[in-house]
């Protein structure tokens, strides 16, 4: 919900001396049920500090420093592309070819090092080069009306086939960069959290404070209508498309100065399922007009506790995908609950 | 049957001699309408009469086959419904055009929002006392302005995309089919938003209807579209629903009976 932080002050809590300020237990539980119906970030903090607690309690060395490390560099680079795909979905498109920019996106860095650019000029130019792939998604999507899914399929398979030309189908070492470059940018144990976050909260405000947050949301709730404001809707959806592969190509990046290697087998459709399963555990509606960022990296901080506690456990990663199946089904069905108990009037707005 | 018309500088907007063929169908013939400064004017007519045509036009979403629109005494030819908008002439339509995803008052400032600068941050509260303060004055009542749009009745809906029409100094505003699959309660709360609004005087008013009985009171005069024709135009003081029941009965048994001839 594009306005739900920004009415969350007024909803944090029974206020002391509010006008309806509360008379014991019972409207303290009445109001607190309405936070947690209203804000849909709410069920999956909950969810999180739950499963943080249970591994916290049974699994040793869960709450050693390197544990919580792993689980800060699990999230962090789906968050950076979630971002991408909130804005996305909540303008009513998805895009499937994220994954392979980020795939793409590290021989890109390396390629423009070995021509002998620095590396951050390297990555800059990466990004904003491979931002143009949203910009051919949007135009396919927008100008032919391409449903989304088929453009990015289609995209996709060409930035793999290119990745695949590109590397000769072999690893390479990510180059060093100067003056720290990669610790800062992927490298370092908290620097792609770090940036992740960063991101979130920008993302944020961008989505719930600013024009183009609202004509994101203007334009999955309504095309019509929106068009008919004068919004220009076209616009809209292929910026929003270049924000996911630009952050995209943000994460995949930031991955392989973490790792060291670029390697042409990382990325691809799998880092898109995991994003998209944060993006939805979040909150963020597949049918358009309303998502949330918080939810994002939430939903996948989520999915970083379970990975980091089921590794720990000596757990076989196979068995985290059922898991992660089933969180997804579990969050929608909470979703669609939530949503018809919104329509149902039962959630008043205050005034 | 025709009102002796003042001169056209009274008009705010004038519809000269439009026609609309789509290929070998005629839509509207030689169709000449005017709305005075402040007026309510009621366009009634069956379906299928061309209201939705002649709405269309005066609009912006359609261009005329032949014939012209005058407003304010200008002559203007609206390329898009934006170019009407940005020239004073709005419509709400009955699926309407709010984002039910995003409060009201995002809604009533949609496209034209004030931001902070020199960081383009929204000024939700600056817009969210405008927007108080603009329903208040013309008598919208909604629980609140924070609230989402999909929370509200059709009514309140309704009320909200006129109110934004007015807002944007609108100087014709088009309703089409206000009350259409409205209750009782919330029509009569959307006529009561249409006299207050005649009342300020700032705007005036087409309501197109198929419904004569709902709208003939709030309107100050009506025309009637029958096959694409304007057949009638009185003031709603010297009419009733009964009269124009019985027009628009009396040309359907006419084209019954000429069927039957033909046949």
């Not at chain 2, 509207?28 to 209201?51: I, M, P, Q, S, W």
């Not at chain 2, 013309?138 to 807002?167: C, D, H, M, T, W």
Request: charged share 15%; proline share 3%.
């Amino acid at each position: 919900m594009s306005e739900t932080a920004e009415r969350s002050p007024e909803v944090a809590g029974p206020a002391p001396g509010g006008p309806r300020a509360g008379n014991g237990i019972g409207d303290l539980a009445r109001r607190a049920g309405q936070v947690f119906l209203r804000q849909r970030e709410a069920s999956v903090l909950v969810i999180a500090v739950v499963m943080f607690l249970y591994f916290a309690v049974s699994t040793t060395g869960f709450t050693k420093h390197s544990s919580i490390v792993l689980i800060g560099q699990y999230m962090a680079p789906y968050t950076i592309m979630g971002i991408g795909l909130v804005l996305l979905m909540i303008a009513g498109e998805i895009d499937i070819s994220c994954g392979f920019v980020w795939t793409l996106a590290p021989f890109s860095v390396h390629f423009f090092y070995d021509s002998g650019l620095p590396v951050p000029l390297a990555i800059v130019i990466s990004i904003l080069l491979l931002s143009l792939v949203g910009l051919l998604n949007g135009v396919v999507t927008t100008v032919f009306g391409v449903p989304s899914l088929i453009t990015t399929l289609a995209t996709g398979y060409i930035l793999y086939g290119l990745t695949l030309v590109w590397s000769a189908a072999q690893q390479i070492p990510m180059p060093p960069g100067e003056i720290g470059t990669g610790r800062w940018f992927g490298a370092g144990d908290w620097s792609e959290f770090i940036w992740a976050t960063i991101f979130v909260a920008i993302f944020h405000i961008f989505l719930t404070r600013t024009r183009w947050g609202l004509y994101t949301v203007s334009v999955g709730g309504n095309l019509l209508g929106a068009r008919e404001s004068g919004i220009k809707v076209n616009r809209i959806k292929i910026g929003n498309f270049m924000l996911t592969s630009a952050l995209a190509a943000v994460a995949g990046i930031q991955e392989s100065f973490r790792i060291g290697t670029i390697d042409p087998s990382a990325g691809q459709l799998t880092v898109v399922l995991v994003s998209l399963a944060g993006v939805v555990i979040g909150g963020t509606a597949m049918t358009g007009g309303s998502g949330t960022m918080i939810g994002l990296w939430l939903g996948l901080l989520a999915l970083g506790i379970l990975n980091d506690g089921f590794n720990l456990r000596g757990i076989a990663s196979d068995k985290l995908q059922i898991i992660l199946g089933a969180a997804i089904l579990l969050a929608m069905i909470a979703n669609t609950y939530i949503n018809r108990l919104r329509s149902a009037g039962r959630l008043q707005h205050k005034a | 049957m025709t009102i002796d018309t003042p001169g056209p500088r009274d008009d705010i907007l004038r519809v000269e001699h439009i026609s609309k063929r789509y290929g070998a169908v005629t839509a509207l013939t030689d169709v000449n309408l005017h709305l005075k400064r402040g007026e309510v004017l009621g366009l009634l007519g069956d379906n299928g009469a061309g209201k939705s045509t002649l709405l269309k036009i005066i609009c912006g979403f359609q261009q005329a086959t032949s014939g012209r629109i005058l407003l304010e005494g200008e002559e203007v030819v609206f390329k898009t419904v934006q170019h009407a908008r940005s020239l004073g002439v709005d419509v709400v339509y009955q699926d309407l055009a709010l984002v039910n995803q995003l409060t009201v008052y995002h809604n009533m400032f949609l496209n034209r929002e004030p931001v902070i600068r020199p960081i383009p941050l929204l000024k939700n509260r600056v817009m969210r006392k405008l927007a108080k303060e603009h329903l208040d004055e013309i008598g919208v009542k909604i629980p609140s302005v924070n609230a989402e749009v999909a929370s509200l009745s059709g009514g309140q809906r309704q009320a909200i995309a006129v109110a934004r029409s007015v807002y944007s100094d609108c100087k014709v505003l088009l309703l089409d089919e206000p009350l259409a699959a409205m209750g009782v309660k919330e029509g009569a709360m959307i006529l009561d938003l249409v006299r207050g609004l005649k009342q300020r005087g700032n705007v005036s008013i087409i309501i197109i209807a198929h419904n004569y009985g709902q709208v003939l009171d709030v309107c100050d005069r009506v025309n009637l579209l029958q096959g694409g024709k304007i057949t009638f135009d009185k003031n709603s003081a010297e009419t009733s629903v009964e009269e124009l029941t019985e027009i628009v009965v009396a040309e359907y048994r006419r084209a019954l009976a000429e069927r039957h001839r033909s046949a």
